[in-house]
């Protein structure tokens, strides 16, 4: 018998994605979405794939990182882009909203999908073009995200496809989409291969939950003890209302005595220590990334008195909320280094 080849595969038009640059945006999440794709391409021996770098201006833009990027073109420039991603710090703002909003209408109305990276949710939702949408928000912004847009829900998983708005959390879960996005076009062997070339262990779905810290722990939540888990999982849902340590003991079925030894065993610390270090961890998310007054912040986190706010502040962070925010909005300003963007 004489082999036969196939023909060869129609070519598909490639499928374009944008992504739009603001100061200070995390490097870490622009090379995870691109790196993947160029690879993609590459393995699959088609291009699949193509991106452009966007800014809303002319001229290099600088990651948190320092390191600087030339736009291809500019927002107002960008045309026939099937995807277009947000990547900035929960600070990127349009220099002139009205102009970026007309922009981003069109692109949707040709039937273009819009998304964020990390903190780049805190421009989308300003822009207010997806204010129906839910999106996956990083732990670490949550509680910012949460005080600025109280109308959009907020999702604790590591990305989210939500009709014409995908998100990604930070730049692990950038590369998880992106990869969701090749197999799509490319299918599981060419995924598979472009995660084995980063030596990516598993693709993540829209479902798999964000891993978050253990204060002060070498381990994350999901890694405590059941009944210290549940207890953590109560102050959570208590930061503006704090709760007595006695009745989150009997929530779960054990006496203080019992709670306060398994706390000690799991995280080193007792559980009304781990609990204020919990409201403080969301006070500085809020003094960081959000814009509401210190004073506001303390009542805010379950605090009374703001003299005692800020004095537990002091004590765990070293410095005053004052002086922390100042702090980030001169290093934004004066010079490029690493700023507390995921």
């Not at 870490?28 to 770098?53: D, H, K, M, V, Y």
């Not at 819009?114 to 129906?132: C, E």
Request: with cysteine.
């Amino acid at each position: 018998m004489n082999d036969v080849s196939p023909p060869p595969r129609a070519p598909h038009k490639p499928i374009t994605l944008g992504f739009l640059i603001f100061p200070g945006f995390p490097m870490a999440c622009l090379t995870s979405a691109i790196e993947p794709l160029r690879a993609a391409n590459e393995i699959s021996g088609e291009q699949a794939f193509c991106w452009q770098i966007l800014a809303e201006t002319d001229g290099p833009i600088a990651s948190s990182a320092g390191v600087s990027f030339a736009p291809d073109l500019r927002l107002s420039e960008a045309n026939d882009l099937d995807h277009l991603f947000f990547v900035a710090s929960p600070d990127g703002n349009f220099n002139d909203p009205g102009k970026a909003n007309a922009a981003l209408q069109r692109h949707l109305r040709r039937g273009g999908k819009v998304g964020a990276f990390s903190g780049g949710i805190f421009p989308l939702a300003r822009s207010g073009l997806m204010a129906d949408q839910p999106m996956s928000v990083h732990w670490c912004y949550e509680a910012a995200f949460q005080a600025e847009f109280p109308q959009i829900e907020i999702l604790q998983t590591v990305m989210s496809d939500e009709g014409s708005c995908q998100t990604a959390s930070g730049a692990a879960a950038v590369f998880d989409l992106m990869l969701n996005h090749i197999e799509a076009r490319l299918g599981a062997a060419i995924t598979t291969e472009t995660a084995c070339w980063f030596q990516h262990p598993f693709v993540r779905g829209a479902s798999v939950q964000q891993k978050l810290p253990a204060l002060g722990n070498a381990v994350s939540n999901d890694m405590l003890p059941a009944k210290v888990a549940q207890a953590i999982e109560i102050f959570a849902q208590n930061i503006e209302t704090p709760i007595q340590i006695s009745a989150v003991a009997e929530a779960i079925h054990m006496s203080s005595r019992s709670l306060e030894r398994s706390f000690k065993r799991a995280t080193g610390q007792s559980p009304l220590k781990y609990y204020r270090q919990m409201r403080m961890k969301e006070a500085r998310q809020l003094v960081l990334y959000g814009q509401d007054a210190v004073t506001s912040i303390a009542y805010m986190v379950g605090y009374s008195s703001p003299a005692a706010f800020q004095r537990h502040y002091r004590e765990i962070f070293g410095t005053s909320p004052q002086k922390e925010r100042q702090a980030k909005t001169s290093l934004r300003i004066t010079d490029d280094s690493v700023l507390p963007s995921m």
